[in-house]
């Protein structure tokens, strides 16, 4: 998440992807697997397992659940001392690019010791965004604001073990409209062929938006375009010609 790498690196490891392999979880849907949660979490908090949603037409004892809407149900109350329980659900009914939508209300807890970063509102003074601290657990983070840590991480591209880091920007409000940027699977893919370029590519990418060197980005943006859907291309493409780095950023995190 936390980029201090010089954005010539970023771009070197776009010319040798392939040296390094990775998993790719499976982008958040109406009943997504548990991710573990030592790979985001501290110690403290790694015993402690995510709200595990289910479908409602599926549940097998609704009597306990609570219908976020979507389809997904999740049990009653929240995570740490919460009452309420958020979710980011990604996903598309249609086949068109996945967006990510904010299913129940986030609520601000207050402070921790594992969560103790700056909270950003929006316009109409709802929550939006939170700045890491040192410390920070993801686990911890998602009690504060009774939000699914998982899918918080998910919609943050928090890649594989690596941990958040101060200074990183956790959006916990998707905007509905945009489409969401899968980090793992390019669109279009022939069967069988690797998609660590692509995996690389976007993590460059998202290098180059983080430390505002737009020039960097257009340039990796030529070889990355044709990999993604066409709408996510066109929203991209316009935000690089008119420089709106904040929105890059809420793609890129």
Known sequence: MKRNTRITTAVVVVAVAGLVAVAAPAVISAAPAVV????????????????????????????GYVDLGDGISVPAGGPGDCTTNAFINIGSDD???AHGKLLGDLVDMGASELARG????????????????????????????????????SFNH???????????????????????????????????SSTIPYYDGVAAFSTAVATADLGAARLLWQRLEKDM?????????????????????????
């Open 229 to 253: 859907p066409p709408e996510t291309a066109a929203v991209i493409s316009h935000a690089l010609s008119t420089d709106d780095l904040a929105l890059l950023r809420r793609m890129f995190p």
């Open 158 to 192: 928090v890649r594989g073990n690596e941990p958040i880091a101060p200074g990183d920007v956790l959006y916990l409000r998707p905007d509905p409209t945009l489409p969401f940027v899968d980090i793992y699977s390019p669109y279009n893919a022939e069967p069988g």
């Open 95 to 97: 086949g068109s690019p």
């Open 118 to 153: 700056p909270v950003t509102l929006d316009a109409d003074g709802e929550i939006f965004s939170y700045e890491v601290q040192a410390g920070d657990s993801l686990i911890a983070i998602g009690e504060r604001f009774c939000v699914d840590y998982v899918t918080v991480g």
């Open 36 to 63: 573990d949660a030592a790979s985001w979490a501290s110690e403290r908090f790694a015993a402690e397992p995510s709200t595990a949603p289910t479908s409602a037409a599926d549940a097998s004892d609704p009597v």
